[in-house]
């Protein structure tokens, strides 16, 4: 068995035990048991490819370069889209409406 196996083992007997220790759901808690070493394994690469120095030394990153600090900054979150305009046709419409509405209103109180 693999270090890797040994790990998802323990993992899902760990849930098991958490979770009271249910029958018929073994399928399921080793796929739990999985995914949770899966992501764990991924963060531990992620923790030493952010923090190991000699990666930087090799790919040559000078931390004063400011395209290497603009990678490093955070991502901001998309804004909220904007409502949506009222297409140009549509304007003009209610416009020649309105006005039409004021020639009309106009003409039967007797004032222009």
Do not use: C, Y
């Amino acid at each position: 068995m693999s270090e890797r196996e040994e790990r998802i083992r323990q993992k899902a007997h760990e849930i098991w035990l958490d979770e009271g220790m249910p029958e018929g759901r073994d399928e399921e808690i080793w796929f739990k048991a999985q995914e949770f070493i899966r992501r764990e394994d991924f963060e531990v690469m992620v923790t030493v490819a952010n923090t190991a120095p000699e990666v930087e030394d090799f790919a040559g990153l000078d931390r004063s370069d400011p395209a290497v600090r603009q990678v490093d900054t955070p991502v901001e979150p998309p804004r909220k889209p904007r409502k949506p305009r009222m297409p140009r046709a549509a304007k003009t419409a209610v416009a020649v409406t309105a006005t039409r509405a004021a020639a009309l209103d106009a003409a039967s109180t007797g004032s222009r």
